[in-house]
């Protein structure tokens, strides 16, 4: 064992009399005090995220019922367009990476929020050929820098009251929807309730059930909470309740199938099925029947499908693919409009869940609020309409600067042939903005819809795009997306009010 040189021995010594002595200023302690505890808190903070992830999948394993009656924890429901992620993170989280076609990346480069319009991507068959955007908006139409805003309101709309019978005709007809475009409506959702298994459930895959592979496209995405919500949702957009409509029945065995598969714990209701997609959107269908019916039997299911979401937030206001881990753009948004279905239906929704997922907008915007990224502030198509979208729920007026220059680059990115994500979000905050650019972007994407459906065999009524993003979901995602967005004229009442409807 090797002795501490003399010297070194000395300076110990010498230091430690200095401190130990009465001479040292008093202050020289308050400040080393001060200085430490500030380092530990740096230290701490910075564990808190690894930590509170580590919580959650700690506390959520040893629930036996969890584990027990859900399917395996696979975490593949990308209708998301999120940009590639850092392959280790993917095989920790053992999501499967999605392919692009050869020669098309699979998020459109990422677009400075001052930018151009984006040259068109490589697009793979059958789209070869053709652009991405559908054909741009004739120049006479850009506008927006012309256009006198009235005075705008605040947020008052955005309830569930056009989606009766005598409204939603009304409603289709004053704000852009067509005969054609409810014939196909009517055709697509005949075809999901043909698709509807005799549990009362959905499934993104075509083996079995009554399709049993007669339709292409299947999807391979296992979560049947978000398959079941997602068929049911377009139901419900267009007033078929387990009470109302010629397709009650089938909404009601699927609210039941979905009542069925929650999971009760301390925590609230857990429907994820393997992804918080599944949760935002199953919560969203329940709280959306409850306020159709306001019956007491779906109350309880809803409210706890809201608990799950606000316990599993994180902490700096994000949701993503677990429960407690840190945020992304897509996943906050199915969540944002099940908080705020919930709130619209008179639950109980905390403010401070709100807030916190505005926070986490916040750290992803830029341009000043108008673009928004997935993950960090990079802005893109998707991410920047949902974010929109929850601005315009969170109390933006509609002619707030940032939200017209926002509504803008939409616009100038154009409705997608394929990205039905982006086109689902956009449509919405187009038409409830109301401004310059809704009566062209409405028509082609109206047009485009009911040029794309199919009109033969078992697929009749449904729809199926080229775009990876939505290919975990297969045919069925796909359809239901189409359909609310050409249900967009009825299935929220306009956001901002409107001037005179009776109904
Ligand atoms: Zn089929």
Redesign the pocket.
């Given at each position: 064992m090797t002795r501490a040189s003399p010297k070194i021995l000395l300076r110990i010594g010498r230091i430690r009399k200095r401190l130990a002595t009465p001479s040292v200023p008093w202050f020289v302690w308050l400040g080393a005090t001060v200085i430490s505890l500030a380092l530990h808190g740096v230290l701490i903070y910075s564990l808190a995220p690894w930590w509170q992830g580590w919580a959650w999948n700690r506390n959520s394993t040893p629930v036996g019922e969890m584990e027990t009656t859900h399917e395996p924890r696979v975490v593949a429901f990308q209708v998301s367009t999120p940009p590639l992620e850092p392959a280790e993170l993917l095989e920790l989280l053992n999501v499967p990476q999605i392919q692009a076609p050869e020669g098309r990346s699979p998020e459109p480069a990422a677009i400075e929020a001052t930018a151009t319009i984006p040259s068109a991507p490589q697009i793979a068959a059958p789209w070869a050929g053709r652009r991405d955007a559908l054909p741009p908006i004739p120049s006479s139409d850009k506008r927006e820098a012309d256009t006198v805003w009235a005075p705008s309101p605040a947020p008052i709309g955005g309830g569930l009251e056009g989606r009766t019978a005598d409204a939603r005709g009304k409603l289709a007809s004053l704000r852009g929807g067509s005969p054609r475009s409810e014939a196909a409506v009517h055709a697509g959702l005949a075809w999901i309730v043909?698709?509807q298994h005799s549990d009362g459930g959905w499934r993104f895959t075509?083996r079995g059930g009554?399709?049993d592979g007669?339709?292409r496209n299947s999807g391979s995405e296992n979560s049947t909470t978000a398959a079941t919500a997602l068929a049911l949702l377009p139901l419900l957009g267009a007033g078929h309740t387990p009470v109302d409509g010629e397709h009650a029945s089938a909404v009601a065995h699927g609210l039941a199938y979905l009542r069925g598969r929650m999971v009760v714990s301390s925590r609230g209701g857990d429907l994820q099925e393997g992804t918080m997609y599944g949760q935002g959107l199953s919560a969203i269908a329940l709280c959306e029947a409850y306020a159709l019916t306001k019956d007491d039997e779906l109350k309880q299911p809803a409210q706890k499908a809201l608990d799950f979401i606000v316990s599993a937030q994180h902490f700096r206001g994000g949701w993503r693919y677990f429960p407690g881990q840190p945020g992304d753009t897509t996943v906050v948004g199915w969540q944002w409009m099940a908080l705020k279905s919930g709130q619209m239906a008179g639950l109980a929704v905390p403010k401070q869940a709100l807030d916190r997922a505005s926070a986490f907008l916040d750290s992803v915007e830029s341009d000043g609020g108008a673009a928004y990224g997935y993950e960090g502030r990079q802005a893109q198509r998707s991410p920047t309409a949902i974010g929109l979208l929850c601005r315009m729920y969170s109390g933006w007026r509609r002619n707030d600067p940032r939200l017209v220059r926002g509504v803008a680059q939409l616009a100038a990115w154009g409705p997608s042939y394929e990205d039905m994500y982006f086109n689902y979000y956009a449509t919405q905050v187009l038409h409830h903005q109301e401004g310059p650019h809704w009566p062209t972007w409405n028509e082609q994407m109206r047009e485009h819809l009911i040029a794309a459906q199919a009109t033969t065999g078992?697929?009749a009524g449904s729809w199926h795009f080229a775009d990876p993003h939505t290919g975990p979901g297969g045919r069925l995602c796909d359809t239901a997306l189409a359909l609310m967005i050409l249900e967009v004229y009825y299935r929220h009442m306009p956001l901002y009010g409107m001037k005179s409807v009776d109904f």
């Open positions: 043909a698709h075509h009554p399709c007669r339709c078992h697929e």
